[in-house]
T-cell receptor, first 113, second 118 residues
Framework: DGGITQSPKYLFRKEGQNVTLSCEQNLNHDAMYWYRQDPGQGLRLIYYSQIVNDFQKGDIAEGYSVSREKKESFPLTVTSAQKNPTAFYLC????????????FGPGTRLTVL | AQSVAQPEDQVNVAEGNPLTVKCTYSVSGNPYLFWYVQYPNRGLQFLLKYITGDNLVKGSYGFEAEFNKSQTSFHLKKPSALVSDSALYFCAVRDSAPTYSSASKIIFGSGTRLSIRP
């Protein structure tokens, strides 16, 4: 099956720890995105990457970091600098032209204890 | 700057009745418009999109949306609601700029929770 996988589904972290969320896609999409979703709110863009070895900050990049070493993988690291990291994190990918829709992974729920 | 608004946080409809979820947008060029649905603790699923052509777009699960350029709206509709349609719905807009430009970012609305009562 083609699609986007995110792991783990649930993640617990102690304050002060860095944690990395996995996102993998086998859709051969060039562009990948990370969003944060808080209860009752919409999606906020953290980082996006349009090609391998290149990525740009989104609207709320502070306290997060990414890498894009392979086309199919776009891991997100939530660092200790992120003041309020508890949220639902969604990864998405997108093929080529801007009129194509985004495909979303199932999400990772991060809770800071 | 691009923006999208979903003016209703929640829409309540009785099963079998028609439903409408509202969306208005603002872009500098021609818009690409999308609707997504999200079930609890899941990712977003694509429902339908408008690129060009026919103003009435049909999508998954019996949903359709009408593009109105003069009112800059793209409301989601369904003739007869089902309880299983209860979910969070997101409208999104993208400027028809080249993909590899910053203007091509997709912007999501804040979401509308649709609740269908039996």
């Amino acid at each position: 099956d083609g699609g986007i996988t995110q792991s783990p589904k649930y993640l617990f972290r102690k304050e002060g720890q860095n944690v990395t969320l996995s996102c993998e896609q086998n859709l051969n999409h060039d562009a990948m995105y990370w969003y944060r979703q808080d209860p009752g709110q919409g999606l906020r863009l953290i980082y996006y990457s349009q090609i391998v070895n290149d990525f740009q900050k989104g609207d709320i990049a502070e306290g997060y970091s990414v890498s894009r070493e392979k086309k199919e993988s776009f891991p997100l690291t939530v660092t200790s600098a992120q003041k309020n990291p508890t949220a639902f994190y969604l990864c998405a990918s997108h093929l080529g032209e801007s009129y194509n829709e985004q495909f979303f992974g199932p999400g990772t729920r991060l809770t800071v204890l | 700057a691009q923006s999208v608004a979903q003016p209703e946080d929640q829409v309540n409809v009785a099963e079998g009745n028609p439903l409408t979820v509202k969306c208005t947008y603002s872009v500098s060029g021609n818009p690409y418009l999308f609707w997504y649905v999200q079930y609890p603790n899941r990712g977003l699923q694509f429902l339908l999109k408008y690129i060009t052509g026919d103003n009435l777009v049909k999508g998954s699960y019996g949903f359709e949306a009408e593009f109105n350029k003069s009112q800059t709206s793209f409301h989601l509709k369904k003739p007869s609601a089902l309880v299983s349609d209860s979910a969070l719905y997101f409208c999104a807009v993208r400027d028809s700029a080249p993909t590899y430009s910053s203007a091509s970012k997709i912007i999501f609305g804040s979401g509308t929770r649709l609740s269908i009562r039996p």
